[in-house]
């Protein structure tokens, strides 16, 4: 089966893409390094042409307020049309649990827009929504101007591991379209100022962590609960002692050779999961004992 991964260079569209190749289909890795550009169109018809199932895991190059509505809204009115055109048979989107108590955010608004058009088109599809990545943690905070000290807020956060979130990707892509939405999350819960401590002084990160409750996450103030999955999510095994004792090396070269995080980190990201609930219905976080 033919099918095209549009953001396919970026973190989790690669390992989509390794992942689907090994299960033996055919996959074109569509993304602006192979000359494809969901806002002009340019190499989509081609991309997508004879493919059965499409899969967006594409993400804005900027993060400021109308560009990264104008983004979303151009792309997705692009990647939908096209994918209609072409009679594919499943439209998979990679989105943010907690994405619709976020709207306060520019970015959460436009990916809120963007499973708006999804759901409301006539291409039968899945959004994925996914908790943060591990390795994403220490691009969270925005630094304080003394550089020496960041603010992140202590809400609750049940992070994943990115290879998980490609392998369910795959699961749902080659499955039937839910026309839903389904939400991919780790096991353990923390404390976002919590993990994201833990993963900075694994990459010799010097800068000091503080809990703020009011500290902004994509510019929106979080509440307790804002980034964790509601009832029936699909949870992960990874755990996050395991994971950072397997990456700790590789976090300490990405912070030696990007020594200040920050949001221009993400400039070619691929983002960054709901099983079908009664509306209202949430999960009361606890932290793991």
């Known amino acids: ?41 340019e190499g989509l018809e081609q991309a997508i042409a004879g493919a059965r199932v499409v899969v967006d895991v594409t993400n804005s190059p900027t993060l400021d307020g109308k560009s990264v509505v104008d983004f979303f809204g151009t792309s997705t009115r692009n990647l939908l049309a096209a994918a209609e055109a072409a009679h594919v048979r499943h439209y ?12 306060d955010s520019a970015y959460f608004q436009a990916k ?29 905070p925005e630094p304080e101007p003394d550089g020496s000290t960041v603010r992140v807020s202590p809400a609750f956060v049940q992070p994943i591991a990115a290879d998980e979130v490609a392998a369910a990707l795959a699961d749902l892509t080659l499955a039937a379209p839910r026309n839903g939405m389904v ?32 500290a902004r996450y994509f510019g929106a103030e979080l ?8 009832e029936g999510a699909i949870i992960g095994v990874t755990r996050f002692d395991a994971w950072l004792k397997q990456h700790a090396s590789t976090l300490r ?37």
């Open 1 to 41: 089966m033919k099918i095209a991964v549009i953001g396919g260079s970026g973190r989790v569209g690669a390992k989509l893409v390794n992942t689907l190749q090994h299960r033996g289909h055919e996959v074109v890795a569509a993304s602006r390094r192979s000359g494809v550009n969901t806002l002009t169109r």
């Open 92 to 103: 998979a989107v990679l989105s943010i649990v907690g994405t619709d108590r976020l709207l």
């Open 112 to 140: 809120m827009l963007q499973e708006d058009l999804v759901q409301r088109s006539s291409v039968p599809h899945t959004v994925l929504r996914s908790t943060q990545f591990f390795d994403f943690m220490r691009f969270i």
């Open 183 to 214: 939400e991919h999350a780790g096991p353990e819960t923390f404390h976002l100022d919590e993990v994201v401590r833990r993963v900075m002084s694994a990459a010799d990160d010097p800068r000091a962590v503080i809990a703020d409750p009011q």
């Open 223 to 230: 509440k307790i609960d804002s980034l964790t999955p509601d």
């Open 253 to 289: 070269l990405e912070q030696i050779a990007s020594p200040i995080s920050a949001r221009s980190a993400l400039k070619e990201p691929d983002f960054l999961t709901r099983v079908p609930r009664a509306r209202g219905t949430r999960k009361t976080p606890s932290l793991n004992q």
